[in-house]
């Protein structure tokens, strides 16, 4: 996204709508949706960045939508997504989770939401309330991969998922009431690693033959990597789809029916199509180390503090109103909380790192880049600061699309308790 924004075009955009703020490109989204052209659908996992604006975005371009909360259910119908299934046998939503609150069971069952089911439970809750509802049921297959501890999404330390040696009993409670398995969802993990890929392929097709159940669909689920850093490699879209596609035959060799291949990305549609532009507030040397501090925190963007994520990292010099080419020095970058763990150059053990970064001084901006997914969407009120702006960048419909919050916006829900007066005698 750097060469698609020049330094003056997001200088004017930070003086315009202050810093933090966060910067997505509607056509880096149009560009990522159609490399997964070739499955039959693509579903957004809009946790990612659930702003209204980017689900438009991805309505207009034929996605549907995975939800995993009442919000996210709410926030795609408000939109135009329908529960209901098109004439292609596909609903536009899908609601993702391991277990039902009372609020979001009543609305799944109230609105026929079709549910990727993560647990025994949810069956038994969905189905005497619901019996004949859509179902998938997503399995753990008793293995899984990540980036990170915290993104792995399969084996014995996950939550996520029924357990592989209890899909028998899984479906003895779909037939049990009647509920209607449109398919068998697994993801293991966020990151691609294809020897894992082609292990969950096979995991996938074992489940389903072994099994026998006749489904109407697979799911790939998500986790698709995007380079953070300058020397990774985009994920190879074709291999990863033969893989999966090479399942999908197989299942409708052995059942003789058709079967739709779904993939439910999130972070790949959109990480690279946004950035966080911040001010740069104080530079200082703490011993051997040197520091640059920003006016962006970890309750801007989590993902280093939270997993010691990578985000590449560029400055820019106001006064020379350009990309920074000045001297390279290492510097830590960090933010304003009060909190030792606000730094944006640390590594998954939480050690602080050193980057070798331009030189820059106080009113320069650093920008954190594909931060798209994540960024916005994992923010926080922490040390009662204001959640930041959104902007999207798309021709002549550029606009705001989240305004900066106001001190009045953080305390409007909270109810002030007046202790009774004291008895003065």
Known sequence: MINKISASSLIELAKNYQTPLWIYDAESIRGNIRKLNQFDVVRYAQ????NLNILKIMKECNVYVDAVSLGEIKRAIDIGFSPKCDKHGVAGIV???????RETLSFVVANLIETNVGSIDMLHQLGSLSPGHRVWLRVNPGFGHGHSNKTNTGGINSKHGIWHEQIADALKITCQYNLHVVGIHMHIGSGVDYSHLK???????????????????????????????????????????????????????????????????????VANAGLLISEVRATKNMGEKHFTLVDAGFNDLIRPSLYGSYHHISAISTEAGEYSLSKMQKTVVAGPLCE?????????????????????????????????????SM???????????????????????????????????????????????
């Open 47 to 50: 946790k990612a960045c659930s």
């Open 95 to 101: 609601f993702t989770a391991d277990v039902f609150d």
């Open 199 to 269: 292990r969950v392929c096979d995991s996938m097709t074992n489940c389903v033959i072994n099994h026998q159940i006749k489904v109407e669909a697979i799911s790939a689920g998500g986790g698709l990597s995007v380079p953070y850093r300058p020397d990774e490699t985009e994920v190879d879209v074709k291999n990863y789809y033969d893989l999966w596609n090479f399942a999908r035959n197989k299942l409708e060799d052995k059942f003789s029916t058709a079967i739709r291949l779904e993939i439910e990305p999130g972070r790949f549609l």
């Open 340 to 376: 030792s763990g606000d730094v944006f150059t640390q590594n998954s053990e939480g050690i602080v790192e050193e980057r070798e970064l331009p030189a820059v001084n106080v009113g320069d901006y650093l920008v954190f880049h594909d931060s798209g997914a994540y960024g916005a």
């Open 379 to 425: 923010s926080s009120n922490y040390n009662s600061r204001p959640l930041s702006a959104e902007y999207l960048l798309d021709g002549d419909k550029s606009k705001i699309i989240r305004k900066r919050q106001t001190h009045a916006d953080l305390i409007s829900n909270e109810i002030m308790v007046i202790p009774p007066q004291m008895n003065s005698s």
